[in-house]
């Protein structure tokens, strides 16, 4: 009822923006970008939060990985009294027997897992790839959520006898077998040919995932029994005759691939890392304090490992990108409110070019809330038109951010609700006065002007 009584004041607002075009446009470029901001800026808020989501899911709930740091060494020098001494303090570094220690001591751990990773190339047929082999136990797949497209994991038995079954990932069921089925054939990795029991299922993996927090792509990988690969391929932690020859002649030798070679080669780690999992998330903390006491006193007091929760991390990581979110969100929003002053200043100019139009509309009989209604309708017009472009651009704006930089975006409705409705609400607001200001004319003097 009450916009029929208004239509027409609505209709000759309407009428005076399309008289004049090149004004109205120019006053709603200010909503259009600050829309089009507030859009992007969200999206990418939005985009950057789903990643992290994701990662948390890649990494696992409650796990925590220790890794070996490298620079330790086997020996350190120790502090104190034994420093002075000249006493040197030795580790074996990161081996099963941690693991057990691990299992056997700690009772919030519900299952654990080794990693032990070598660069191979997987062979058939003559078509070679290069390959991760990684070693791990049935729980990893649990831990890191990985599904199987195709076929089992290697039960117990084959991990526990250490036999030559495997688990591929989607990259290398592509490459050598492409349509076909893979299960139950063979693959050949180093002299070992490794039966294929399962296929990992393809997952998006991101750059900015961390290796560290235990992400890494699946897809390039070949999963094999850590105990196949320890009676198998090779173990770190034994030292054999011909290993040591080697070593000796790859001293003699300098070049790039042999610096690389004798670098593993004195890696004394077994394993790669730990990955295990606490049965409760507040238990995260404490679970770590202890893994760490634990490793310490086995490493005769050397810091040479690490225990990171990724979980913990991310989440860190997750609360300081929505901080940052939100000031994006308001540097943002501020363009919509000087679009709002920019619409009222030529309102308000508009209402001093129009005073006769003012007074000859007033003589007629138009009220004051006539008027009010007609300047109004002119702004809430034009900030709804520029919402409804800068809708559209910032979309656009999003999908571009992502093709170019790789920056991945979600544009949610919550967004384009906000933008749009705080654009009518700028319309509405800042136009009132310049409505307000046109309706206190009187229409004599509008008359004469």
Same mark, same amino acid.
Request: proline fraction near 2%.
């Given at each position: 009822?009450?916009?029929?009584?208004?239509?027409?004041?609505?209709?000759? @607002?309407?009428?005076? +923006?399309?008289?004049?075009? &090149?004004?109205?446009?120019?006053?709603?470029?200010?909503?259009?970008?600050?829309?089009?901001?507030? +859009?992007?800026?969200?999206?990418?808020?939005?985009?950057? #939060?789903?990643?992290?989501?994701?990662?948390?899911?890649?990494?696992?709930?409650?796990n925590i990985i220790i890794t070996p740091i490298e620079s330790a060494g086997s020996e350190s020098t120790s502090t104190g009294q034994e420093e002075k001494a000249g006493a040197k303090k030795f580790s074996r570094g990161l081996t099963l027997l941690d693991l057990q220690a691990i299992e056997e001591v700690v009772p919030t751990v519900n299952m654990l897992s080794p990693v032990i990773s070598y660069n191979y190339s997987a062979i058939i047929d003559?078509?070679?790839?290069?390959?991760?082999?990684?070693?791990?136990?049935t729980n990893y797949f649990t831990l890191f959520n990985i599904g199987l497209q195709s076929g089992e994991v290697f039960n117990r038995m084959q991990s526990e006898a250490g036999l030559p079954v495997c688990v591929i990932g989607d990259n290398i069921k592509t490459v050598f077998f492409n349509q076909e089925n893979p299960i139950g054939k063979h693959i050949k990795c180093g002299q070992i040919w490794l039966k294929i029991v399962g296929v990992v299922?393809?997952?998006?993996?991101?750059?900015?995932?961390?290796?560290?927090?235990?992400?890494?792509?699946?897809?390039?990988?070949?999963?094999?029994?850590?105990?196949?690969?320890?009676?198998?391929?090779?173990?770190? $932690? &034994?030292?054999?005759?011909?290993?040591?020859?080697?070593? /000796? $002649?790859?001293?003699?030798?300098? *070049?790039?691939?042999?610096?690389?070679?004798? $670098?593993?080669?004195?890696?004394?780690?077994?394993?790669?890392?730990?990955?295990?999992?606490?049965? #409760?998330?507040?238990? &995260?903390?404490?679970?770590?304090?202890?893994?760490?006491?634990?490793?310490?006193?086995?490493?005769?007091?050397?810091?040479?490992?690490?225990?990171?929760?990724? #979980? &913990?991390?991310?989440?860190?990581?997750?609360?300081?990108?929505?901080?940052?979110?939100?000031?994006?969100?308001?540097?943002?929003?501020?363009?919509?409110?000087?679009?709002?002053?920019?619409?009222?200043? =030529?309102?308000?100019? /508009?209402?001093?070019?129009?005073?006769? #139009?003012?007074?000859?509309?007033?003589?007629?009989?138009?009220?004051?809330?006539?008027?009010?209604?007609?300047?109004?309708?002119?702004? *809430?017009?034009?900030? =709804?038109?520029?919402?409804?472009? @800068? =809708?559209?651009?910032?979309?656009?704006?999003?999908?571009?951010?992502?093709?170019?930089?790789? +920056?991945?975006? =979600?544009?949610?409705?919550?967004?384009?609700?906000?933008?749009?409705?705080?654009?009518?609400?700028?319309?509405?607001?800042?136009?009132?006065?310049?409505?307000?200001?046109?309706?206190?004319?009187?229409?004599?003097?509008?008359?004469? $002007?």
């Amino acid at each position: 009822m009450i916009f029929k009584k208004y239509f027409h004041d609505i209709v000759i @607002g309407f009428e005076a +923006i399309i008289d004049n075009k &090149l004004k109205s446009i120019l006053t709603a470029l200010g909503i259009i970008f600050g829309v089009a901001a507030v +859009i992007s800026m969200m999206a990418i808020g939005n985009g950057a #939060e789903q990643e992290i989501l994701e990662q948390i899911k890649m990494v696992g709930v409650n796990n925590i990985i220790i890794t070996p740091i490298e620079s330790a060494g086997s020996e350190s020098t120790s502090t104190g009294q034994e420093e002075k001494a000249g006493a040197k303090k030795f580790s074996r570094g990161l081996t099963l027997l941690d693991l057990q220690a691990i299992e056997e001591v700690v009772p919030t751990v519900n299952m654990l897992s080794p990693v032990i990773s070598y660069n191979y190339s997987a062979i058939i047929d003559g078509k070679s790839k290069p390959v991760v082999l990684e070693g791990v136990n049935t729980n990893y797949f649990t831990l890191f959520n990985i599904g199987l497209q195709s076929g089992e994991v290697f039960n117990r038995m084959q991990s526990e006898a250490g036999l030559p079954v495997c688990v591929i990932g989607d990259n290398i069921k592509t490459v050598f077998f492409n349509q076909e089925n893979p299960i139950g054939k063979h693959i050949k990795c180093g002299q070992i040919w490794l039966k294929i029991v399962g296929v990992v299922e393809r997952r998006d993996f991101t750059a900015s995932a961390s290796d560290e927090m235990g992400i890494s792509s699946s897809d390039n990988k070949i999963f094999i029994p850590a105990q196949t690969i320890l009676m198998r391929f090779k173990n770190r $932690a &034994l030292i054999r005759a011909d290993e040591v020859e080697k070593s /000796s $002649a790859r001293r003699r030798m300098v *070049t790039e691939t042999t610096s690389k070679t004798s $670098a593993d080669d004195k890696n004394p780690n077994q394993l790669d890392k730990i990955i295990l999992q606490v049965k #409760e998330t507040e238990q &995260l903390g404490s679970t770590a304090n202890i893994v760490k006491r634990i490793l310490l006193r086995r490493h005769s007091g050397l810091y040479d490992f690490e225990v990171t929760i990724p #979980e &913990l991390l991310l989440k860190q990581q997750q609360r300081t990108k929505k901080i940052f979110n939100i000031v994006l969100g308001a540097i943002a929003g501020i363009s919509l409110i000087v679009g709002g002053i920019g619409i009222m200043n =030529i309102m308000l100019a /508009s209402v001093m070019e129009r005073i006769r #139009e003012i007074g000859t509309r007033q003589a007629i009989g138009a009220s004051r809330k006539d008027i009010v209604a007609q300047f109004l309708a002119e702004s *809430t017009l034009i900030s =709804i038109s520029g919402g409804i472009i @800068g =809708i559209v651009l910032g979309v656009v704006l999003s999908k571009i951010i992502t093709a170019v930089f790789d +920056i991945k975006t =979600i544009v949610s409705f919550f967004s384009i609700f906000i933008a749009f409705g705080v654009s009518a609400l700028v319309g509405i607001t800042f136009g009132y006065m310049p409505a307000k200001r046109a309706s206190d004319k009187d229409p004599v003097e509008s008359l004469r $002007a």
